[in-house]
């Protein structure tokens, strides 16, 4: 399950449901999440979000995005709330699409792997069902040994709901967990969230991962 800068890009394997329209492509990009996918602990206020979509080539479409990443928020809580944030994003758009990033409060709100692999399920599920194109970006390491134990196995359930889907998936958590840049950088801070250095290491993963084939963007 390791993947790193060396290795391959994951393979993307489109929805059935999702198609992209004929005429100008005018994609709306909802990016739904936690404190992480917020940027909360970076100093230049950017996280990965921003770097990502800074650059991302649009070749010609036009691409809003929208950052609505809620700090504290746990799956349950991004379940319930895409629901109602999303569709006034998304009016008059002609692509919809969902960009997924939770789990790391669930450890800390009691919530068991199995609910939150739920939890995830059901947003990939009802994206499907109405014509949304999905995208997870998965939890990311701690300082704390005990603290990753349980973010590996979320972050394997993860990766397991969404190659079940073909959604693509990106893995955080193996890159990560033993990169001296990212563990210098929680180290700076409260252990947990990265500063500047950190979150750019986060966009080069969503980066290289099958991100410009999931937009359908490729030159």
Request: one cysteine or more; hydrophobic letters at 30%; aromatic letters at 4%.
């Given at each position: 399950m390791t993947t790193g800068p060396d290795q391959a890009p994951m393979e993307f394997t489109p929805s059935a449901e999702f198609q992209v329209t004929d005429g100008p492509r005018d994609i709306g990009v909802c990016f739904v999440?936690?404190?992480f996918v917020a940027g909360y602990g970076d100093p230049k206020a950017l996280g990965w979000v921003s770097r990502v979509?800074?650059?991302t080539p649009t070749h010609g479409a036009d691409l809003t995005a929208y950052n609505l990443g809620v700090r504290g928020d746990s799956s349950a809580e991004v379940m319930n709330r895409w629901r109602t944030e999303c569709p006034?994003?998304?009016e008059?758009?002609?692509e919809r699409r969902l960009v997924i990033g939770v789990g790391a409060r669930d450890l800390d709100g009691g919530i068991s792997t199995a609910r939150s692999r739920l939890n995830l399920a059901n947003v990939l599920d009802e994206a499907a069902a109405t014509g949304i194109a999905t995208f997870v970006v998965g939890?990311?390491?701690?300082?704390d040994t005990d603290e990753n134990a349980r973010l590996q196995?979320?972050?394997?359930?993860?990766a397991d709901v969404c190659s079940r889907r073909g959604v693509p998936y990106?893995?955080?958590f193996f890159p990560l967990r033993d990169h001296e840049q990212w563990q210098s950088d929680l180290a700076a801070g409260d252990g947990v969230h990265p500063g500047q250095a950190g979150y750019g290491l986060i966009a080069w993963l969503v980066l290289?991962?099958?991100w410009q084939r999931w937009l359908q963007l490729d030159g």
């Open positions: 999440g936690d404190g979509v800074g650059r006034p994003r998304w008059d758009r002609t939890p990311t390491p701690t300082l196995v979320l972050a394997e359930a993860q990106v893995d955080c290289h991962h099958g």
